[in-house]
């Protein structure tokens, strides 16, 4: 499983002693849960659920992930955060691993910060660059997330 902090180290996964594991319809309300109970600190090494967008909305493309020359996929990704979330691009860690599509749940990990970056849009955290390590089910379970699959290469 992928760990993430929860608020109150003693409470459930749902924030209340004693509550059980909280299931999700679908990755985009796991990730306003996220963005709503949990804590989401941004800085480099952390990992963040986040939801794969679909960029036919945003750049017009076909689909919702770009496959590189090596074979790994590139996706914009909504990370969760305090405020709602803030949109990325990131690349998974390796070629082998389920093929992104919009709405899903992932893990994101957090690299590093490159202000040239955030210099062409408004939200200066699209300069955090990361990877996407895996995917993750819509489950959050004793303060996790439950891991689904894995990008390897």
Known sequence: MFEFKRRNPRASSDGEVGRPPRAFQDGIAALRYACRFLEC?????????????????????????????MGNQTALLCVASNDGGFVVAATTAGPKGPW??????????????????????????????????????????????????????
């Open 100 to 153: 992104l599509e919009p709405g899903q749940l992932v893990a994101w990990k957090a690299v590093r910060y490159v202000p040239d970056i955030a210099k062409s849009v408004s939200d200066e955290r699209f300069g955090w660059v990361g990877v996407i390590v895996g995917t993750l089910k819509p489950e959050h379970r004793d303060g996790c997330w439950v891991g689904d699959a894995i990008f390897r290469a």
């Open 41 to 69: 600190p941004l800085h480099e090494g952390v990992f963040l659920p986040a939801v794969v967008l679909d960029p036919r909305e945003v750049l017009e493309r076909q689909n919702a992930a770009k496959v590189e020359r």
